[in-house]
């Protein structure tokens, strides 16, 4: 059947509109989750390839919705940040990391630090610095258990307001790490000049890692390259043992992903959640 362009028009302006009101609604439903609490952070180790000792965990938020169980963020947080509901959430997420911090530091255990994501768009809106410093000194948390994970889109803004801050934080002690390395655009002097502690090489790499050549060499030189400027590297996506003996052999220093563990819910006592890998 052939349609006019007139009633094509309308029936692409009624899907707009119902398309604005779903959106409409979803932004509705994540403000109310925030309102609510609705989030928890599952922690992920990242385990140390010279020692086989978890070094660190990822904090990776979920939503605990009511209806539809435990919801990734790939469902919500393009739209926290679209929305600048990012900020609050963000500020949620630091909130929990410290409180479950104290809580691990009160069970006497030794305590592994946590990195928490912040994106591009939290940079824009607030300081950071001052979020952080705050729910710190909220949970009387040392400014040594936490590490900040940045992708390079926040180094790219590249303005004077972001170094500042960063700068500000890592005088806190607080380390910082580069994200999703590879994927983005961060030069060299950008990368030295803010002293970065550790990248994090995307996992795309790790998944081409034993069938391309050139992911090797880009793994190879990736490290090289940031041993001599005092930086760590953390192979992320690591999945089989396979992938483990090649990064050991390329001198990376440390692996995150689901051969190790997966991104889990707290526990009474960190060190459950830290698995050792045999050397
Ligand atoms: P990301 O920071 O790159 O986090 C790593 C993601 O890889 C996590 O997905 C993790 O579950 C997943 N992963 C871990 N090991 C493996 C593996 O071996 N193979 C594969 N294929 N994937 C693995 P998740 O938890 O769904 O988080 C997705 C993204 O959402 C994160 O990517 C991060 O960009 C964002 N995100 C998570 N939590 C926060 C947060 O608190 N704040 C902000 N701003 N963003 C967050
Ligand atoms: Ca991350
Ligand atoms: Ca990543
Ligand atoms: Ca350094």
């Known amino acids: 059947v052939k349609t006019s362009g007139k009633r094509d028009f309308r029936y692409f302006d009624v899907r707009f509109f119902e398309a604005i009101q779903q959106k409409y609604r979803a932004e509705a439903e994540l403000r109310h989750a925030i309102e609510h609490n609705q989030f928890v952070i599952y922690y992920q180790p990242r385990v140390s390839l ?3 000792e978890t070094s660190s965990m990822e904090a990776l938020v979920r939503w605990a919705h009511p209806s539809r169980g435990i919801v990734e963020p790939r469902s919500f947080i393009p739209l926290a940040e679209e929305t600048g509901l990012i900020v609050e959430l963000g500020e949620q997420v630091i909130d929990s990391v ?7 530091t009160r069970q006497g255990h030794r305590v592994v ?3 928490i994501n912040v994106s591009a768009i939290q940079f824009a ?3 950071i610095g001052e979020s ?7 949970h009387d948390v040392s400014a040594q258990l936490v590490e900040i994970e940045l992708t390079e889109s926040v180094m790219m803004a590249g303005n004077e307001a972001v170094s500042s801050v960063l700068t500000a934080i890592q005088g806190m002690g607080i380390r910082l790490l580069v994200d999703d390395f590879g994927t983005g655009y961060s030069s060299l002097s950008q990368l030295q000049e803010l002293d970065f502690d550790t990248l994090k090489v995307d996992k795309a790499f790790t998944a081409r890692l034993e069938r391309s050549e050139a992911s090797k060499i880009f793994y190879k030189a990736i490290i090289t390259m ?3 400027l005092g930086m760590k590297v953390v192979a992320e996506g ?3 043992l396979e992938q483990v003996h090649s990064l050991k052999a390329l001198h990376c220093d440390e692996v ?3 051969y190790i563990a997966p991104p889990m819910p707290p526990t009474e006592r960190q060190s459950v959640l830290a698995p050792a890998l045999s050397k």
């Open 50 to 52: 010279a020692t086989g």
């Open 98 to 104: 410290c409180s479950q911090l104290a809580f691990w």
């Open 113 to 115: 630090p946590v990195s």
């Open 125 to 127: 809106k607030i300081n």
């Open 132 to 138: 952080l410093s705050a729910a710190l000194r909220r």
């Open 226 to 228: 940031a041993h001599s």
């Open 238 to 240: 690591v999945e089989t």
């Open 256 to 258: 995150q992903g689901f």
